[in-house]
């Protein structure tokens, strides 16, 4: 016998249609997005879509309020009455539809996407979607591209507007990617489609488009800020005041958080913002929050965060465990600073959900003593971290101890 349905996904007779346009317009719909559209009582969108969707529209046309309300309440107001929303391309690619989901059932609507603009790009360049690297710049901060920036590798950026193209190339050339090569490729799919080239350094296109997308072809100078993927980038890349978790400590210190997708973490005397930010750049769905009570390292941690290509770390200023009180929940917590003040460990110990993860790092008698006990009383790992770096000795070369750390791993049951 065949499995029974799940009511949630009947689709007999859904609201709401959710349909891409692209800029060809009503050409470009096929017959199934062009009915909804006409059947619809109201019909929401940019101004640009209504005017494009104009000829099929016969209800009552609702441009976006402004500013835009994330909510969609005058959409969802109208459950249960026939409504169309229309979208750029496909409306799940950080469009709209990514917006109204969560707030509907599945059999409340339909989907009809149009090419992405992606699609589109790369069907111009002739270049495979499934090798190259694809962002969206569109209203996030430029900075999401910097871990992307590896010599030899293609990017697809869509830009916020017509000033896009220009500040990347400027970014680019600032970070040591000036030879990269650029092409703009404007209003796909329409009568105003046009693709032009430049080099990073020398960008002088003008009259763009507002509807852009920019693809990168990328080439490094001897000085460009590469982020590696591995754990444990170069401190040099990183600035500090001397408060940082090293390279190579940092680096065991990430693999004994074992970062998963999606995750959060909470930095605690995140000091440069390090382990947060590496954490982060492991994926684009991890999230962290760096609690750092120094005001100065607090702004120092957002400098980083942006130079590193993660500025969407979270910065916390205040000293725990009070600056713990109301945060999310978090999946795993690194303690590096602090963590010998009275209810600081406590506090982290019982804030993680079962099977969140806890490391915590320790370079002064009194941080470690708080190891041992948690380590005899709640089990655990405990490992001691020396590190020996090369250094000169008169005409020669000796090893020169790092301070040890002391590091204690623990799951929560």
């Known amino acids: 016998m065949p499995p029974e349905s799940d009511p949630h996904h009947v689709t007999t007779d859904p609201w709401l249609s959710i349909i891409g346009i692209g800029e060809d317009g009503v050409a470009g719909l096929g017959e199934r997005a062009k009915a909804a559209i006409s059947a619809a009582s109201f019909v929401f969108g940019g101004k640009r879509h209504l005017e494009l969707a104009a000829p099929l529209i016969r209800g009552e046309a609702q441009p976006w309020p402004q500013p835009f309300d994330a ?154 800020k590469i982020l590696p993927l591995g754990c444990g980038m170069d401190d040099d890349l990183f600035d500090h005041d001397g408060q940082i978790t090293k390279r190579e400590i940092r680096a065991l210190t990430l693999s004994a958080l074992s970062p998963r997708r999606g995750e959060l973490l909470w930095d605690i005397g995140a000091g440069s913002g390090s382990i947060g930010i590496e954490w982060m750049l492991r994926h684009p769905s991890m999230r962290a929050i760096a609690i750092e009570s120094d005001a100065t390292r607090s702004v120092r941690i957002g400098h980083n965060a942006a130079a590193l290509g993660v500025p969407g770390l979270r910065i916390m200023k205040g000293t725990a465990p009070d600056a713990l009180v109301g945060l999310p929940k978090p999946d795993a917590i690194f303690i590096g600073g602090g963590g010998s003040e009275p209810g600081v460990f406590d506090a982290a110990v019982e804030a993680l959900g079962p099977d969140g993860r806890l490391v915590a790092n320790a370079v002064t008698l009194e941080m470690e003593a708080v190891l041992l006990a948690a380590h005899a009383r709640l089990g655990g790992s405990l490992s001691r971290l020396e590190i020996s770096r090369a250094a000169p000795i008169g005409k020669m070369l000796g090893w020169r101890p790092a301070m040890p750390v002391t590091q204690w791993v623990w799951t929560k049951p």
Not at 114 to 141: C, K, M, N, Y
Not at 168 to 179: K, M, P, V
Not at 210 to 218: K, M, P, Q
């Open 71 to 224: 909510a969609m309440a005058a959409v969802l107001d109208l459950r249960g009455q026939k409504v169309c929303v229309l979208a750029s391309g496909d409306p799940f690619l950080f469009g709209v539809g990514v917006t109204l989901s969560p707030r509907l059932e599945s059999g409340e609507y339909f989907c009809v996407p149009a090419p992405s603009a992606f699609s589109l790009a790369a069907s111009r360049l002739g270049w495979a979607l499934q090798d190259i690297e694809t962002v969206s710049l569109h209203g996030r901060s430029l900075d999401l591209i910097r871990p992307l920036l590896h010599p030899g590798r293609k990017i697809l950026a869509l830009t916020s507007d017509e000033t896009g193209p220009a500040a990347l190339a400027t970014l680019l050339t600032e970070s040591g990617f000036g030879t990269s090569r650029l092409t703009v490729l404007e209003a796909l799919g329409g009568e105003q489609e046009r693709v032009r080239n430049s080099m990073a350094d020398d960008f002088g296109l003008d009259n763009i488009n507002t509807l852009n997308v920019v693809a990168i072809e990328v080439a490094a100078s001897k000085n460009a």
